[in-house]
Nanobody
Framework: QVQLVESGGGLVQAGGSLRLSCAAS????????MGWFRQAPGKEREFVGA???????VYADSVKGRFTISRDNAKITVYLQMNSLKPEDTAVYYC????????????????WGQGTQVTVSS
C-alpha cells in the first residue's frame, strides 16, 4: 500500500505561482509513475502531468510551459511547480501513483491523495 498526501494549495492571483507537494509513504520509489490530476467544479477530473518511473516528465497541453513536475533525490516527495497561473487552473489537485511506466489514464493510477485546493483569482 502507498499513502499519498498533497499540500501547498491555496489562493493566488492570476499570474502568480504555487508549489504543490505530494509526500509518499509505504511502498515508494522509482517503481511508480506519479501523476497529477485536477478537478474543477462541474468538470471531470483531468490529467495535468506525470513523472515516469524513469523520471521523464509529460504534461497536458493546457499546462505545458507553465507547470513543472519534479522529484526529490530520495524519490519520496513529488512536486508540482505552477507558474503563470490562470483562473481556469482553479481546481482540486490530486497526486496519484501508478504501476505503469507512464500513463495519463486516471483508471491506471491505483493510489490517490486526498487532494488540495488551488484557487486562482482574476
Amino acid at each position: 500500500q502507498v499513502q499519498l498526501v498533497e499540500s501547498g494549495g491555496g489562493l493566488v492571483q492570476a499570474g502568480g505561482s504555487l508549489r504543490l507537494s505530494c509526500a509518499a509513504s509505504g511502498r515508494t520509489g522509482s517503481r511508480y509513475a506519479m501523476g497529477w490530476f485536477r478537478q474543477a467544479p462541474g468538470k471531470e477530473r483531468e490529467f495535468v502531468g506525470a513523472i515516469t518511473r524513469g523520471d521523464d516528465t509529460v504534461y497536458a497541453d493546457s499546462v505545458k510551459g507553465r507547470f513543472t513536475i519534479s522529484r526529490d533525490n530520495a524519490k519520496i516527495t513529488v512536486y508540482l511547480q505552477m507558474n503563470s497561473l490562470k483562473p481556469e487552473d482553479t481546481a482540486v489537485y490530486y497526486c496519484a501513483a501508478s504501476d505503469y511506466y507512464y500513463t495519463s489514464i486516471e483508471a491506471k493510477y491505483a493510489y490517490w491523495g486526498q487532494g488540495t485546493q488551488v484557487t486562482v483569482s482574476s
